[in-house]
């Protein structure tokens, strides 16, 4: 059920674009987000805005999410591995040179304006990279449980281990959480300010949160896959828009 008020937070929302033939009888390249993810917000109260991506700076974000009071960093494609100093491997793909700089310039004005914000998948990854951290570029050969990237059907749902005593804890009400997982990158070296809060089994790091007052919470996995209707994963967007409202 959407719960919208009057003063329903805006939570800024960016989409990825899609090429030409993506979506039958579009005969143009667009601009995409998963229903998923406008769902989950707006079970939680919340008025998304989607963006388009697009060229800009600092100045320019800061401006453009003046005017929200929170941010969903979404999954997707890789991260250009320049971004952490590193040569891409074989396996990288779906780097969008235009989403990099746009959600990249997002996360960091967010971070500057102390705006909420829930990182998801690659978003987790953009959040520690933003912050100064690696990433592992290919985790599948050696933890192949995490899913496949890019594939209809290819999620794997499996147990993470949850810090009650966490963002994600608090959110999620729970110390162990069945997760629906579908990437081939995850964290390495932990960004600025970041901590741990959630592993898999294998030691994959799956939740990470900013220290601070902020509410700046980032999962590997993907809460919008299951949200409607496990209320650990719904709690995920509940917090970020509560602490949106505040």
Do not use: K
């Not at 570029?137 to 290819?154: D, K, L």
């Amino acid at each position: 059920m959407v719960r919208y008020t009057g003063d329903a937070p805006l939570i800024a929302l960016p989409a990825y674009p899609i090429v030409t033939g993506r979506v039958d009888g579009w005969a143009d390249p667009a601009f995409a987000i998963q229903q998923m993810y406008v769902q989950s917000l707006q079970r939680a109260g919340a008025q998304e805005a989607v963006l388009g991506p697009r060229h800009l700076d600092r100045e320019t974000a800061l401006t453009m999410l003046s005017r929200f009071d929170g941010l969903v960093l979404p999954g997707g494609g890789d991260v250009n591995p320049e971004r952490y100093g590193q040569a891409a491997a074989p396996e990288t793909y779906g780097v969008i040179p235009v989403r990099d700089e746009f959600e990249f310039e997002l996360c960091g004005a967010a971070l500057e304006l102390d705006l909420p914000i829930l990182a998801i998948c690659r978003g987790t990854q953009v959040l520690n990279v933003e912050r100064g951290g690696t990433l592992h570029q290919h985790i599948t050969p050696a933890f192949p449980g995490h899913g496949t990237p890019g594939m209809e059907g290819s999620q794997n749902v499996h147990d993470v281990e949850v810090e009650l005593d966490s963002r994600v804890g608090r959110a999620m009400r729970t110390a162990r959480v069945a997760c629906s997982c579908h990437h081939h990158q995850s964290i390495d070296r932990i960004g600025q300010g970041l901590r741990v809060t959630a592993r898999d089994a294998d030691g994959t790091i799956e939740a990470v949160e900013l220290e601070g007052t902020t509410w700046v919470t980032a999962v590997q996995w993907h809460p919008e896959d299951t949200s409607a209707d496990d209320p650990a994963q719904q709690g995920l967007f509940d917090a970020l828009v509560e602490a949106a409202r505040r």
